[in-house]
Structure formats: C-alpha cells, structure tokens
C-alpha cells in the first residue's frame, strides 16, 4: 500500500504559477498527475518514471513533472482558467507506454484544488 499526500494547490490569477508537490509513503517508480474539474472526466496531465517524461498535449508547453525517489512534484506555469480542477497525484510500481490512464495507476492522493481566476 502507498499513502500519497498532495500539497501546493490554491488560487491564482491567469498567467500565474503553482508548484504542486506529492510525497509517498514509500517508492514507486511511476508517479503521474491528474486532475479533474467539475461535470468533466479525470484526465491525465503528466507522468514520470525514472528520467521519461509525458505530458497531455495541452499543457506540455507549460507544466513539468519531476522527481525524487518519494515525491513528485509539478510545475504550473502560464495558468489558465480551464487549468481550474482538483489536481491529483497517482503512482504505480511500472508505468505503461501509451496515454495517460487514470486506470494504469493503483495508488492515489485525496487532491488538491487549483483554481486559477481570469
């Protein structure tokens, strides 16, 4: 069993940055960001594992993933309204090759709220 905790949401104007940060209870080697804003389905928004990198197409130009061996963290530039979701942290012992799947990840964080104000 992995315990995620999420950390660093809040409210924002347009253009302004967040750092979002997860810590795990112990190592998993894919740890991935997802959000989800009301009436809309949870989407994947990044995905690391080791040093490889994915992003959703929509933010790849402003959002980094990085990692540590217990935490990952994401870096929000450039916000936008549609950025407004509850953001939450996923982690699972492999990651697999293709889109981000909210169902390829076993472990999950309770969220945290990013609402960015136009």
């Known amino acids: 069993q992995v315990q995620l905790v999420e950390s660093g949401g809040g409210s924002v104007q347009a253009g302004g940055s967040l750092r979002l940060s997860c810590a795990a209870s112990?190592?998993?080697?894919?740890m991935a960001w997802f959000r989800q804003a009301p009436g809309k389905e949870r989407e994947g928004v990044a995905r690391?594992?080791?040093?490889s990198a994915t992003y959703a197409d929509s933010v790849d130009d402003r959002f980094t993933i990085s990692n540590a061996k217990n935490t990952v963290a994401l870096q929000m530039n450039s916000l936008k309204p549609e950025d407004t979701a509850m953001y939450y942290c996923?982690?699972?012992?492999?990651?697999?090759?293709?889109?981000?799947?909210?169902?390829?990840?076993?472990?999950w964080g309770q969220g945290t709220q990013v609402t960015v104000s136009s």
């Open positions: 996923a982690a699972e012992t492999y990651c697999r090759a293709g889109p981000l799947r909210a169902a390829d990840f076993g472990y």
């Open positions: 690391i594992g080791g040093n």
């Open positions: 112990r190592y998993t080697y894919c």
